[in-house]
């Protein structure tokens, strides 16, 4: 089951060019993204960000329109090219996870409109919505068999066009003149649609637990009948399953980058500040939080790839939950122990702990919490395909 | 599964003869009058366990809960996204809280009448039972005026422990006439040092470390030099107790000083930004050649740091209460949510795998409390007892939050919806008061005699 797109111009990149690429793109996470959260409590100005995005598409990371092949999520059906944005995402949010999460869904929408073949307005991607998501149902409408009628009910009104009670929830940092977004119908099941933002009511979200340098913005469709729901293009549901199994592995990737964000803070500070004598790192009740969080780290590292290199979009999307349900807790126990081991001044909004850890926890709720994601999983009972 | 239209999919209805609620009804009526009508008491949770308590403390449980309804929740999330403001110019709702808080005795109920403003029924109640009950009350509604109100009673505490009538008299009680007429007067405890959180709270770390504020002894008193650091409610207080080591000694020789707001040299520099318990200021406080008298000597000389750590075993229990009344805000917040949304043409909470985890978040919940209850209502608090309860109940607090976060998805991370700010809340009650670990070690440090031969 292969992803048609439709900009593909360049072949996936050698092993060595894949290197070279990732220092720059460290690099550039080093001039344009790190000056942004050298202040953790006092959040980067729209036109720094936009500037340091600008630098990204510059790079080819974000692509334009005629260089697709190089950036984020540029040649999704290719396992090596997912891999490299991965790295990508991991690499940006080891900075930002925030800015890393940006650029995941603006790559994202991207490469939904270069499927599509719609080169008019910019776009962003939400996978969200603000009430339940169908659990054991969601799963199950992934496999052959048939859903009941309560089943049914469940996944059309979890996932027909966001409404009052079952809002959309984007990240952007501005209005992008266009939202891609999955949706399910009886009749067609699993699509992605492209909507003018102005064929929703927009409701800036006052305050956030997290992702402190965005602005998450709350959708309704101004028409609400489904029928009727204004909607300029569509992707069908391969392309849906697809991209919606992205959007999860680019999340796991970004926690394990702010995991280790996390860490890193911790560890310079367990190795200066003394306690009874000896640095903090030495006392076996920081070294074991400090541990159990690279214990965790190191499974998210080892989980990205094995799911990535699944070829079977639906295998891999629910592979993908499942490790994401097992690991989003850990990756925020990561932000959880390194904020522990900076005592009452990891509290402080200026140390950066607690921001990690508040993003950590974003992370975590976003495409499914991990107790959705194990009602998903457990919903999707067909059998393994040979897909590895 | 069924819906069932008079009670909770999955379930036998009320009528039915195998329904919990019948239970009891089954059994020979002197039984049902030894053991109760089981299900057919339809009071809440909460209620039930109300009634358990001596009279005295149920009502005083009601009034605090009615007192944080009426004045902690209005505000309690206009405060919370209030953007940071500097020492001296607390918001108008903080300010009439205190106010409030005050004259209805919410700010001098440590002691009990004539003294205080407690109950005098509660005279024979340990001092941490009370406390408990209203701090639990009160975190649920808001972490951050709820430690605005509580860090006064800690300011208390150590002044109360010296058993001095002197200082009783002078340093503690017009304080409290001066809230019960509406005129706020909060106490602080200040022991934390910069960049020495930990070592204060444990005796290992306090033995090998160089304390950061100094007391010299000159005639009539003593001088003090230094500073302190995340001093809850010192931006506001106008009591302090104080704890500085003599010049050249350690902790060993900490001693306990009173000084009020004003004092020459003595001054809140500026409060931090914090996560959350955000109404209420952690305080830098800064000493330069600061005069105290002796007769503000709070205890002995060189008698502070048993007066910290008894104070810390008092403390903790409430630290833990407020832990179980976040723990309580959580559920209280996911059955709402389970209740008023609806999925699949019904209420979510008809869905079995809501109604497990809401079991686990009310169990553990209910499971906390009764800890913190035990340790709460016994007189002698030791420092392990104290302990477990802080750790215990704080982290499994965080559990349930986040058990309902995860509930309740995309949806928790939005501020409106009150469970993020539990969350960042709570988040303290695992740092303050002794890191969690340092607590752990607290409880094997009190229990070591039974490990050794």
Avoid at chain 1, 179 to 184: L, N
Avoid at chain 2, 279 to 305: C, M, Q, T, Y
Wanted: charged residues 20%; aromatic residues 6%; contains cysteine.
């Amino acid at each position: 089951m292969a992803m048609e797109t439709t900009a593909q111009t360049t072949e996936p990149l050698d092993e060595s060019d894949q290197k070279q690429l990732l220092r720059m793109v460290h690099e550039l996470v080093k001039d344009q993204i790190d000056p942004l959260v050298e202040r953790p409590e006092k959040p980067a100005s729209l036109t720094q960000t936009l500037a340091a995005i600008d630098a990204f598409t510059e790079l080819g990371i974000l692509s334009g329109d005629d260089d697709r092949g190089l950036g984020l999520w540029d040649s999704p059906e290719d396992a090596v090219s997912r891999s490299l944005s991965l790295d990508i995402l991991r690499e940006s949010a080891r900075s930002s996870p925030s800015i890393a999460h940006l650029l995941h869904v603006r790559a994202l929408a991207h490469a939904c409109d270069a499927a599509a073949s719609q080169a008019q307005g910019v776009s962003t991607f939400s996978c969200d919505r603000t009430s339940p998501t169908g659990g054991r149902a969601l799963g199950k409408s992934l496999t052959d068999t048939p859903l009941t009628g309560s089943e049914t009910q469940a996944i059309a009104q979890a996932w027909g066009p966001p409404n009052d009670d079952n809002r959309l929830l984007s990240l952007d940092i501005e209005s992008r003149d266009y939202i891609w977004y999955p949706t399910w119908t009886v009749a067609e099941g699993w699509q992605l649609n492209r909507s003018q933002r102005e064929s929703f009511y927009n409701q800036t979200a006052q305050k956030f637990h997290g992702f402190d340098e965005l602005r998450p913005e709350l959708h309704r469709a101004k028409n609400q009948a489904s029928s009727e729901h204004s909607t300029d293009a569509h992707l069908g549901t391969e392309h849906a399953i697809a991209i919606i199994g992205l959007y999860n592995l680019g999340l796991l990737a970004i926690s394990a980058g702010a995991a280790e964000r996390a860490l890193r803070q911790a560890q310079a500070y367990a190795h200066v500040r003394t306690q009874g004598g000896a640095p903090i790192e030495q006392h076996d009740a920081v070294a074991q939080l400090l541990e159990q969080a690279r214990q965790a780290i190191a499974s998210a590292n080892t989980a990205l790839p094995a799911v990535n290199s699944i070829a079977d979009h639906e295998q891999r999307l629910v592979e993908i939950w499942r490790a994401r349900a097992y690991l989003q807790p850990a990756l925020s126990r990561v932000g959880s122990n390194s904020m522990q081991a900076f005592g009452g001044i990891g509290y402080m909004r200026d140390m950066g702990a607690e921001k990690v850890l508040r993003d950590l926890n974003t992370l975590r709720q976003l495409g499914g919490s991990p107790s959705e994601l194990t009602l998903r999983c457990a919903g999707f009972t067909k059998p393994a395909k040979e897909s590895r | 599964m069924k819906h069932n239209p008079s009670g909770l999919t999955g379930f036998p209805e009320y009528s039915h003869q195998l329904s919990a609620r019948n239970v009891a009804q089954g059994l020979p009526a002197p039984m049902r009058a030894v053991l109760g009508n089981g299900g057919l008491d339809q009071r809440d949770l909460w209620e039930r366990e109300t009634q358990t308590l001596s009279r005295p403390l149920a009502n005083l449980r009601r009034r605090a809960r009615d007192f944080a309804e009426r004045e902690l929740a209005p505000h309690a999330l206009a405060l919370d996204a209030l953007e940071h403001w500097p020492v001296g110019e607390q918001p108008r709702e903080l300010e009439q809280l205190l106010v409030k808080a005050g004259t209805a005795g919410w700010l001098s109920d440590l002691l009990t009448k004539p003294l205080g403003s407690g109950n005098p029924l509660l005279a024979s109640q340990p001092l941490t039972m009370p406390a408990a009950l209203k701090v639990e009350e009160f975190a649920r509604v808001c972490g951050g005026q709820m430690l605005l109100l509580s860090a006064n009673m800690l300011g208390q505490a150590p002044l109360v422990l010296s058993a001095s009538p002197s200082i009783i008299k002078r340093r503690l009680l017009p304080g409290l006439r001066s809230c019960l007429r509406g005129e706020p007067y909060l106490f602080a405890f200040a022991i934390t040092e910069p960049h020495a959180g930990s070592d204060v709270e444990d005796g290992h770390g306090a033995s090998l470390s160089k304390p950061r504020l100094v007391a010299n002894r000159v005639p009539g008193g003593w001088i003090l030099n230094g500073s302190k650091v995340f001093i809850s409610g010192g931006d506001v207080a106008r009591g302090f107790v104080v704890f500085a080591a003599l010049e050249g000694e350690g902790y060993e020789s900490w001693t306990g000083f009173f000084l009020e707001s004003g004092t020459p040299g003595f001054r809140a520099v500026r409060t931090e930004l914090k996560m959350g318990m955000r109404a209420s200021g952690a305080a830098e406080l800064e000493f330069i050649d600061v005069f105290v008298p002796d007769a503000d000597v709070v205890g002995k000389v060189r008698g502070g740091w048993s007066l910290n750590r008894q104070t810390l075993n008092l403390s903790r229990i409430p630290v833990g209460a407020m832990a179980v009344g976040f723990a309580q805000a959580a559920c209280d917040i996911a059955i709402n949510y389970a209740k008023s949304t609806m999925f699949a043409g019904k209420p979510l909470i008809h869905e079995q795998h809501v109604q497990l985890t809401l079991a686990d978040a009310i169990t553990t919940t209910s499971t906390i409390r009764a800890h913190m209850w035990a340790a709460a209502s016994r007189w002698q608090v030791r420092q392990s007892t104290a302990a477990m309860v802080k750790f215990g109940a704080t982290d499994a607090a965080m559990g349930v939050i986040e058990q309902c976060m995860d509930l309740l998805g995309p949806n928790a991370l939005m501020h409106e919806n009150r469970l993020e700010k539990v969350w960042r809340d709570c988040r303290l009650t695992q740092i303050f008061e002794g890191t969690n670990q340092i607590n752990r070690l607290a409880v094997i440090e009190d229990l070591q005699h039974q490990f050794l031969d």
